[in-house]
Nanobody, 126 residues
Framework: QVQLVESGGGLVQAGDSLRLSCALS????????MGWFRQAPAKERAFVAA????????DYADSVKGRFTISRDNAKNTVYLQMNSLKPEDTAVYYC???????????????????WGQGTQVTVSS
């Protein structure tokens, strides 16, 4: 089992920045791929960003490309999502997810991730 705990959400104004953290514990060696997803009210969960532990591969949704950066600290078993130039449409619950190694378009498929955090709320006011 792998446990994921997100933190760093909050209420900010448009244009501000936030950094989300996702701390992994448990059988972390089985979690090769890490992703961030978000779910806004009355909307389906949507892909935000993903990375793999072993290399520099990253992927971003078009809506956040150039504003958000996913990174990892292998020593701390923590994945981050740096969010800059936040917009009201970024308001959502953000979830961290972990899964086995995969790449390409599979990174955006929430069904491939095995473990999920509880989510952290990000609210961006205009």
């Amino acid at each position: 089992q792998v446990q994921l705990v997100e933190s760093g959400g909050g209420l900010v104004q448009a244009g501000d920045s936030l950094r989300l953290s996702c701390a992994l514990s448990g059988r972390t060696f089985s979690s090769k791929t890490m992703g961030w997803f978000r779910q806004a009210p009355a909307k389906e969960r949507a892909f935000v960003a993903a990375t793999i532990w072993s290399g520099g591969l990253t992927d971003y949704a078009d809506s956040v490309k150039g504003r958000f950066t996913i990174s990892r600290d292998n020593a701390k078993n923590t994945v981050y999502l740096q969010m800059n130039s936040l917009k009201p449409e970024d308001t959502a619950v953000y979830y961290c997810a972990a899964g086995p190694l995969f790449s390409g378009t599979k990174l955006r498929d929430s069904g491939r991730y095995e473990y999920w955090g509880q989510g952290t709320q990000v609210t961006v006011s205009s």
